[in-house]
């Protein structure tokens, strides 16, 4: 089902510079936006926190593009030809071929969802002592090599940490770095490098085919295993295509293919590459495959199912295989980019350039005037809730953790993340969201921080719960109601 067609971008006769949707719409949900008033109030009902919203108060949910892609005609029609069984599932069947077909990996563990991948891959490989390279981590990675006893070692590059670049691939590792820790840590306590595709928690910035086979070298070096999350996947391809000269004309599929041979273990969540739910590990080698496969049945389900619903597997086949369409991967990036570069030109601090997921919003920059201790980001993230109705996610110092002093351990970087999942929202609620960051980026200074009431131990920006350090909320209410009068 490859998509050969040479396909290049739309340009508008205005001369405008807009993402067209290669889309059209055919089921839709109405949307509820509530008062400002009433979105204070739950706001802080929810502790602050937007994970405690419930969606009837929500506008537009940027929270997560996990589980909220689009799904296409042709993944709905696949779902009613499921073969429902508990073994021996020829949905399965298909989703191991559409696994080599895309990914060129032929034995495959199925999970329930991606944190599940982790699970199994750093109880297998992880012991207390093991140091785990990486381009950086994802929260819930963190927490399983942690909970393994491991190390967990970044090895970004300073541009990743630039806020306004020009750097194609920011998500890129740095290889002499990569060569002397493993030369400092021994290469029997490093279990693999770990690669992230379109590394979330810098901004969906992606890395280049070039630097993965610089890992491969330095990995062949010391025989270490390269093991890449791709729940981002395609976007890395496409963003490989579209900014490293010599793939401009290679296929998605071709690309896909090659950065999944460089690496021994390619695990994903299927809620983001594919899918709602679901996940999977793949690999070539029968030995890794031995090594973890007896886990699966432990923790997610039969081997043939792994937790997921037989129909959500026959989504996620289909949902491969649509990965190849540049269309489809180019979607979600080319809006961000819009709302990124739109954002820029009205001073509002933007990651750039635009990269997967989502626009990430510099809360550093926004609200400076707030103490880092007082969650800049999560400040932020429940400003513009309350301001517009739109629900975006922290991914500051709330989602770090704490060390053993019990001190908080600051984010390398304090970003809203607004999630773009894939073929949902319209251009026109892209302008509304440009706008209202634009009037709160006007009144940034009656933005407030934010402090813990209750915290749990663990993954503690998904329930924590928080409050207003002052009155703040009241007066950016105030000011909304003065500037926009009976407006929603
Ligand atoms: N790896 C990456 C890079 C991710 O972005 C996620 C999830 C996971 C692993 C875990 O997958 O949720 O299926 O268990 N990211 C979501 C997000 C939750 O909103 O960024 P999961």
């Given amino acids: 089902m490859e998509n050969n067609q040479k396909k290049g971008t ?9 993402p067209l949707e290669m889309h059209k719409v055919r089921i839709v949900q109405s949307l509820n936006l509530v008062s400002v008033e009433r979105r204070a109030e739950a706001i802080s009902e929810a502790g602050y926190n937007t994970f405690l919203l419930g969606t009837r108060d929500i506008f537009l949910d940027m929270l997560t593009d996990s589980g909220t892609n689009a799904m296409s005609d042709q993944q709905l029609s696949k779902m009613f030809v499921a073969d429902d069984a508990y073994a021996g599932s020829q949905s399965f069947v298909r989703f191991q071929k559409s696994v080599a077909d895309v990914f060129g990996k032929n034995q495959i563990l199925p999970v329930h969802q991606g944190r599940a991948a982790e699970n199994i891959i750093s109880q297998i490989f992880v012991k207390p002592g093991s140091v785990v390279p990486m381009n950086y981590h994802f929260t819930t990675t963190l927490a399983h090599i942690q909970l393994n006893g491991g190390k967990v070692v970044e090895l970004f590059t300073p541009e990743a940490m630039k806020i306004k670049s020009t750097h194609p691939f920011k998500g890129n590792i740095d290889i002499a770095r990569l060569d002397d820790l493993i030369k400092t840590s021994g290469a029997e306590n490093v279990p693999f490098i770990r690669m992230e595709a379109s590394t979330n928690l810098i901004g969906g910035q992606p890395f280049s085919m070039a630097n993965l086979r610089d890992v491969k070298k330095v990995a062949d070096k010391y025989k270490i295993i390269i093991v890449m999350d791709a729940s981002l996947i395609g976007e890395n391809a496409y963003f490989i295509k579209k900014r490293e000269a010599e793939y401009a004309d290679k296929s998605i599929g071709e690309i896909l293919k090659e950065m999944c041979d460089l690496c021994d273990i390619v695990y994903f969540s299927g809620r983001k590459v594919s899918s709602s739910r679901g996940g999977a590990i793949c690999t070539n080698s029968s ?8 886990l699966v049945p432990l923790y997610e389900g039969f081997l043939t199912y792994g937790g997921i619903s037989i129909r959500e597997i026959e989504a996620m086949a289909q949902g491969l295989y649509e990965t190849l369409e540049e269309d489809v991967v180019g979607q979600s990036p080319s809006f961000i980019s819009y709302a990124a570069e739109e954002l820029d030109k009205l001073g509002v601090p933007v990651i750039l350039p635009g990269g997967a997921l989502g626009c990430h919003i510099d809360a550093m920059q926004f609200v400076s005037h707030i103490p880092q201790s007082e969650y800049m980001a999560g400040s ?24 053993e002093n019990g001190n908080d351990i600051l984010a390398d970087l304090e970003l809203l993340r607004l999630a773009f999942p894939r073929r949902v929202f319209t251009l026109s609620q892209t302008e509304y969201i440009i706008d209202r960051l634009n009037w709160l980026y006007q009144n940034r200074e009656l933005v407030g921080g934010l402090k813990f009431v209750e915290e749990p131990a663990v993954l503690r920006f998904f329930t924590g719960r928080l409050a207003p ?3 703040w909320t009241e007066k950016l209410v105030a000011k909304f109601k003065a500037d926009f009068g009976d407006s929603l």
């Fill in 469 to 471: 350090v002052s009155d």
């Fill in 10 to 18: 739309v340009k508008f006769f205005s001369g405008k510079q807009i």
């Fill in 287 to 294: 030995e890794l495959f031995n090594k973890m496969k007896d």
């Fill in 380 to 403: 932020l993230a429940a400003a513009f809730y309350i301001i517009s109705g739109v629900r975006g996610m922290e991914r500051g110092t709330i989602s770090s953790i704490r060390d």
